[in-house]
């Protein structure tokens, strides 16, 4: 069993990795110097089988342990960057202006190379490990291209882990739950149609700025009083654009927002009545709606079995105190969710401490987080794989 100061002597190199991925931050699949940098680190473990170029710039690399057959399991960090405008002040901040690692994907990856090379040196395990860097996890469902190119079907990966960082939990501590722990995350566009005119004589137009209020208001109550208390359903209006003068009634409003749900049943039930409201109002105001609803991210959903695991290795690590194994579900959305699709497994939070939040120009991913990250990585495949 490990202690986390087995993997303090891997925290200063783990630091110069991170620091360096976040000065040279890469959006979505463009995440080419990154892939790189990964790859290039990951040979000089000496690693011999390493696939690059799957959905456009993703990795896989693959260690098998010395401790005879057995399963593979799949190990997943994320590498991209935001489109933001870093305010951090750090000496080793963005490079490039108006991208930035806002979520902290630069640390998920410093945090599995180093858990690689502890691994590759010491690979007391049985069965194989891939170790999945993935790019585009930014809302450009690069978790879901990698499975679709076949990355569970070629590696055989029987279970599947990820885990990501999160402010306002203590650094050295984990947050995890059984069943969903985070939300589906789906887009909409309505377009509310009236009959444009002189913003003076509104008795001869249909104003669609007035019926888009009511819609607003009218898909809230799908959440305050046609939905289970108990259950989660989030709808947030974030776009509204409606005319360009200040007398004159426009013909149409545009707007469109996100819609999260923790159940497969909710989900259907948002799209559904969310156009059905919606067009209720606009008629019986004398307009009409268009209406246009994305499915993106799934549910991301615990298994039970990997949820153990994932408890038990974190407990071995940190001990059960620094363990929260019933976390509240986060109406944020991941896209790992479709890798937990494809197979089982886990998805853990690791704590960041009192960082700004995710996707906040001025957020930091602590590197003193680094060696919990490693060391929960080599304590699951040891416990998952154990010899």
Same mark, same amino acid.
């Given at each position: 069993? %490990?202690?986390?100061?087995? $993997?303090?002597?891997?925290?200063?190199? =783990?630091?110069?990795?991170?620091?360096?991925?976040?000065? #040279?931050?890469?959006?979505?699949?463009?995440? %080419?110097?990154?892939?790189? $940098?990964?790859?290039?680190?990951?040979?000089?473990?000496?690693?011999?089988?390493?696939?690059?170029?799957?959905?456009?710039?993703?990795?896989?690399?693959?260690?098998?342990?010395?401790?005879?057959? *057995?399963?593979?399991?799949?190990?997943?960090?994320?590498? @991209?960057?935001?489109?933001?405008?870093?305010?951090?002040?750090?000496?080793?901040?963005?490079?490039?202006?108006?991208?930035? %690692?806002?979520?902290? #994907?630069?640390?998920?990856?410093?945090?599995?190379?180093?858990? =690689?090379?502890?691994?590759?040196?010491?690979?007391?395990?049985?069965?194989?490990?891939?170790?999945?860097?993935?790019?585009?996890?930014?809302?450009?469902?690069?978790?879901?291209?990698?499975?679709?190119?076949?990355?569970?079907?070629?590696?055989?990966?029987?279970?599947?882990?990820?885990?990501?960082?999160?402010?306002?939990?203590?650094? *050295?501590?984990?947050?995890?739950?059984?069943?969903?722990?985070?939300?589906?995350?789906?887009?909409?566009?309505?377009?509310?149609?009236?009959?444009?005119?002189?913003?003076?004589?509104?008795?001869?137009?249909?104003?669609?700025?007035?019926?888009?209020?009511?819609?607003?208001?009218?898909?809230?109550?799908?959440?305050?009083?046609?939905? @289970?208390?108990?259950?989660?359903?989030?709808?947030?209006?974030?776009?509204? #654009? =409606?005319?360009?003068?200040?007398?004159?009634?426009?013909?149409?409003?545009?707007?469109?927002?996100?819609? !999260?749900?923790?159940?497969?049943?909710? !989900?259907? $039930?948002?799209?559904?009545?969310?156009?059905?409201?919606?067009?209720?109002?606009? !008629?019986?105001?004398? *307009?009409?709606?268009? $209406?246009?609803?994305?499915?993106?991210?799934?549910?991301?959903?615990?298994?039970?079995?990997?949820?153990?695991? &994932?408890?038990?290795?974190?407990?071995?690590?940190?001990?059960?105190?620094?363990?929260?194994?019933?976390?509240?579900?986060?109406?944020?959305?991941?896209?790992?969710?479709?890798?937990?699709? =494809?197979?089982?497994?886990?998805?853990?939070?690791?704590?960041?401490?009192?960082?700004?939040?995710? #996707?906040?120009?001025?957020?930091?991913?602590? @590197?003193?987080?680094?060696?919990?990250?490693?060391?929960?990585?080599?304590?699951?495949?040891?416990?998952?794989? &154990?010899?």
């Amino acid at each position: 069993m %490990h202690s986390v100061e087995d $993997f303090r002597d891997l925290q200063s190199e =783990a630091t110069e990795w991170r620091r360096y991925l976040h000065q #040279h931050p890469e959006l979505d699949y463009r995440v %080419h110097n990154t892939a790189k $940098f990964v790859t290039e680190k990951l040979a000089s473990f000496g690693i011999k089988q390493i696939e690059t170029g799957i959905a456009e710039t993703g990795i896989v690399a693959v260690i098998a342990g010395e401790g005879g057959d *057995g399963p593979t399991i799949g190990l997943r960090a994320d590498m @991209d960057a935001l489109p933001i405008l870093e305010a951090s002040g750090k000496p080793w901040s963005s490079a490039n202006p108006g991208k930035m %690692h806002a979520c902290g #994907h630069d640390g998920h990856t410093a945090m599995l190379l180093g858990a =690689a090379k502890f691994l590759a040196n010491r690979p007391k395990f049985k069965g194989t490990i891939a170790l999945i860097f993935q790019p585009a996890e930014e809302g450009a469902l690069g978790g879901q291209r990698m499975v679709q190119e076949g990355i569970m079907d070629r590696y055989g990966i029987s279970q599947v882990f990820g885990m990501h960082n999160m402010p306002g939990i203590e650094v *050295g501590k984990f947050g995890i739950c059984d069943g969903p722990i985070m939300a589906a995350i789906d887009e909409f566009d309505l377009i509310v149609k009236g009959k444009g005119g002189h913003a003076a004589m509104p008795h001869l137009n249909i104003d669609p700025v007035v019926i888009a209020a009511q819609v607003v208001l009218g898909l809230q109550t799908l959440v305050s009083r046609n939905t @289970d208390p108990i259950q989660s359903l989030v709808i947030s209006v974030t776009k509204v #654009h =409606a005319g360009e003068a200040y007398n004159v009634t426009p013909p149409q409003v545009e707007m469109g927002g996100t819609v !999260r749900t923790l159940s497969p049943s909710l !989900r259907d $039930f948002a799209e559904r009545q969310m156009q059905a409201s919606a067009q209720a109002i606009a !008629r019986g105001f004398g *307009g009409d709606v268009e $209406f246009r609803y994305r499915r993106q991210d799934p549910v991301t959903f615990n298994y039970t079995e990997g949820t153990n695991l &994932a408890i038990t290795a974190a407990r071995n690590l940190v001990g059960p105190a620094a363990v929260d194994d019933k976390i509240r579900p986060l109406m944020i959305s991941e896209d790992f969710a479709y890798m937990l699709e =494809a197979r089982p497994g886990a998805f853990i939070f690791i704590g960041n401490g009192k960082s700004a939040g995710l #996707h906040h120009p001025a957020y930091e991913f602590d @590197d003193e987080a680094l060696p919990y990250g490693i060391g929960y990585w080599v304590t699951l495949v040891e416990t998952a794989l &154990a010899v």
